[in-house]
């Protein structure tokens, strides 16, 4: 690295993406990252405590670059039957296309999460809440009935799972699970509305 | 093996499973399996055709072995929303216990299933049949809704993935598990009874 150039952690993160990009996961280490900066481990260790800081920060980079489509999808207005199916089908439609653009990066993800458990749950949070605002808001208008939004919200997404969950990637390529998910989904309606 | 014990394929099927508990899913073939038996696998070889014969043969009887308790469910009276949670309450149970008094043989199993495609795909078509025949009894008797039993029956499978499908097995420890479970159910029940 030049010495003009500052190290900065998003320098950081942005090496070490491409580290696992083209060395796998089990290099996603801060002397792997350091090496490919061109720097010290002592000067990467200013910005990273440790290898588990690390793969937590790449682990939420990488979980966070789905967000934003899906935060916006709750933010916005309409009926909320509309958007509770837009913001699952969104959810599912990225996992998909990461797990199809790049097979290789998203298994080596997916093993970098397994060792991230607070990142990864902190996400699935974040994702029952977005569930959840969004069937609050359709109970409250009378959409959907009387429900707990946070019950309902973990129940929607956990009874989806074989469509975004990395376990079931290997799945995604049946061609009838757009019909499966189809009778999933008007069985969860049917749940939700008022008979 | 002594001359006066016949070669079955029950003996041939017991002698692979024995040999995939001791060495492993890899060695689920018929020289591996002769050798066990102390006979030739030309002798294997009336009995059974081939090593994707073999697997499929193994894998076939792993599945069975969890059948009739699911079918006796199902053949037994009571009201049809009792008879399907017991139904998934009891496939559940078998995969969690086999997932817990033996995971190395449970993911030996898995590994084996992946490459026996046609006896898995038999095996789910068997168990939507089944919770298709419970929720076909609800609808006749006006307990369900009028729902497609078929296709609601692989929605329930469908929607219950996490706490029955072999890919989620790393998270059946979860404290709170059975307590996401009772959140999807009520959905899914909410879905199929009359409002």
């Known amino acids: 690295m030049p010495p003009d150039v500052p190290l900065t952690r998003d320098r950081i993160l942005a090496a070490a993406e491409d580290v696992i990009r083209r060395f796998g996961p089990s290099k996603a280490t801060v002397v792997d990252v350091a090496r490919t900066l061109g720097v010290s481990h002592t000067a990467v260790y ?27 999808i709750v933010a916005q207005p309409g009926p909320a039957p509309q958007r509770l199916r837009k913001l699952v089908d969104a959810l599912i439609a990225v996992k ?3 797990a199809a653009d790049d097979s290789e990066l998203f298994t080596a993800y997916r093993a970098l999460a397994a060792d991230a458990k607070s990142v990864v ?14 069937i609050g808001s359709g109970v409250k208008d ?21 469509f975004h969950h990395p376990a079931h990637a290997a ?10 998910f189809n009778d999933v989904w008007q069985l969860l309606m049917d749940g939700l509305c008022p008979g």
Chains 1, 2 share one sequence.
Request: aromatic residues 4%; proline residues 5%; positive net charge.
């Open 46 to 72: 200013k910005h990273v405590s440790s290898k588990a800081e690390l793969r937590d920060l790449v682990v939420g980079q990488w979980v966070e670059a789905t967000m934003p489509p899906l935060r916006a």
């Open 96 to 98: 998909r296309r990461r």
């Open 121 to 134: 749950a902190a996400h699935v949070d974040e994702m029952i809440n977005l569930v959840a605002t969004v």
């Open 142 to 162: 009378g959409t959907f009935r009387t429900v707990d939004p946070v019950a309902m919200g973990r129940a929607v997404l956990v009874a989806t799972s074989k």
């Open 171 to 180: 799945e995604w390529g049946d061609p009838a699970i757009d019909a499966a």
